[in-house]
C-alpha cells in the first residue's frame, strides 16, 4: 500500500506543515487512550512519553507514520522524543507565536551555536542550531477531533525558510506570512517541521484535544552531544 502523498510531502517542504486525514484506526487509538490514562488519568501533559508509555513508541513503526518521516527525513530516521499535550477544563492554555527550538540531549555538553541549557522533567534540553533543527519533523498524533474551538495549532506558511529566529524576527516572518489553522480530525497527523512558526489558542469549549507530539531527526549532534533517545522507524 502507498501510505504517502507527494503533494502531503511537497506541502511540507514548502509551507513547512501538512495535515494527513485518519491516519490510524479507532481501535489503536483508545488503546493509546486507556495506557495514557493508566498512567496518568487527568493531565493536561506529559513528558518522556516513551518512558512512560510505552505503548506510544508502536507509532514510531506504524507504516503510515514511518513512510511519512522517511519520505521527508530518509530511512535513516529515528524518533528522539515524545510529549502529551492535552487542553482541559482548568488547563486551557494560550501559546505565542514560536519555533521549537529545544531538543533532548543525553547530558549536558556546551558547544558553539547551541544553548542555552536547562533541564525539563530530569531530561537535559538545548536549543539547537538551524542546521540540525532543519533536519528535525514533528508528527503529532490527535486522538481527539480538533475544530476550530478546541484550540487548535496554527502555523505561519513558508516561515521555516527563515532559520531560527529571534523574538523581532518572528514577528517580522509572521506578518509576512500569514497563518493557516490546522484541523486535524481523530486520528489525523499534523506533520510540522519544528521552524516552522506556530501558535495556539486557549479551547472556547475546553474538552479533551490529546496530542503526542513526536520528534524524528536524521542527524547526529555536534562532539560529544548525542540525542536522549533514538527510537528507530524501522524495527531490526
Not at 486507556?34 to 488519568?41: E, F, K, L, N, T
Not at 510529549?83 to 543525553?106: P, R
Amino acid at each position: 500500500m502507498n501510505w504517502v502523498d507527494e503533494n502531503t510531502i511537497a506541502q511540507v517542504q514548502g509551507d513547512g506543515f501538512a495535515v494527513v486525514d485518519r491516519a490510524l484506526e479507532t481501535r489503536h487509538i483508545d488503546e493509546l487512550i486507556g495506557a495514557i490514562q493508566a498512567v496518568r488519568p487527568a493531565s493536561h501533559g506529559m513528558r518522556n512519553l516513551f518512558e512512560r508509555v510505552p505503548l506510544t513508541r508502536s507509532l514510531i513503526t506504524k507504516p503510515v507514520i514511518a513512510a511519512h518521516v522517511e519520505a521527508i527525513l530518509g530511512p535513516e530516521a529515528f524518533a528522539v522524543r515524545a510529549i502529551l499535550f492535552d487542553k482541559i477544563k482548568g488547563s486551557n492554555w494560550h501559546v505565542g507565536w514560536h519555533q521549537d527550538q529545544a531538543i533532548a540531549i543525553e547530558e549536558r555538553v556546551d558547544h558553539p551555536g547551541f544553548g542555552p541549557t536547562s533541564v525539563k522533567d530530569g531530561v537535559p534540553h538545548t536549543r539547537a542550531s538551524a542546521e540540525v533543527l532543519s533536519q528535525v519533523l514533528a508528527v503529532r498524533i490527535h486522538l481527539d477531533d480538533c475544530g476550530l474551538n478546541n484550540g487548535p495549532l496554527r502555523c505561519s506558511p513558508g516561515s521555516h525558510t527563515r532559520g531560527r529566529l529571534n523574538p523581532d524576527e518572528t514577528i517580522e516572518a509572521k506578518e509576512l506570512f500569514g497563518e493557516q489553522v490546522c484541523l486535524v480530525p481523530r486520528g489525523g497527523l499534523l506533520l510540522m517541521r519544528p521552524l516552522c512558526l506556530h501558535a495556539s489558542s486557549t479551547a472556547k469549549s475546553p474538552k479533551h484535544r490529546r496530542v503526542i507530539h513526536i520528534e524524528f531527526a536524521n542527524c547526529g549532534l555536534p562532539g560529544e552531544m548525542d540525542w536522549y533517545e533514538k527510537q528507530p522507524i524501522c524495527p531490526a
